[in-house]
Nanobody, 129 residues
Framework: VQLVESGGGLVQAGGSLRLSCAAS????????IGWFRQAPGKEREGVSA????????IYADTIKGRFTISSDNAKSTVYLQMNSLIPEDTAVYYC???????????????????????WGQGTQVTVSS
């Protein structure tokens, strides 16, 4: 099982980035994929999640309207389009996968990192002011 994030980088406030999470080693369309982030000195927090077999999506209030999650099941890849970035979005962003959330989808479960079975290594996003 492998989850590989990419697309992070340094961007000015107001700019955009698109993160990718490429998955392999498990039945991609049978899982929910979540994006999390962890800023220095802070706990990891849930950002968004998608159920790959029906496209159901969930977002944290802090990023709603600015970030969009999507999936390309043919490529086993989930994307996080991040627009109108602010310095507070600076963090390491991780993607994670879990099968049970795909069939019992609530924000309580989707934003709980303890629910997820598989994790990527993370990609750094830095937003300068």
């Amino acid at each position: 099982v492998q989850l590989v994030e990419s697309g992070g980088g340094l961007v000015q406030a107001g700019g955009s980035l698109r993160l990718s999470c490429a998955a392999s080693g498990f039945p991609f369309d049978d899982y929910a994929i979540g994006w999390f982030r962890q800023a220095p000195g802070k706990e990891r927090e849930g950002v968004s999640a998608i159920v790959t077999h029906d496209g159901d999506t969930i977002y944290a209030d802090t990023i709603k309207g600015r970030f969009t999650i999507s999936s390309d099941n043919a490529k086993s890849t989930v994307y996080l389009q991040m627009n109108s970035l602010i310095p507070e979005d600076t963090a390491v962003y991780y993607c994670a996968a879990d099968r049970q959330i795909a069939y019992s989808t609530t924000w309580y479960r989707a934003q709980n990192d303890l629910e997820y079975d598989y994790w990527g290594q993370g990609t750094q996003v830095t937003v300068s002011s």
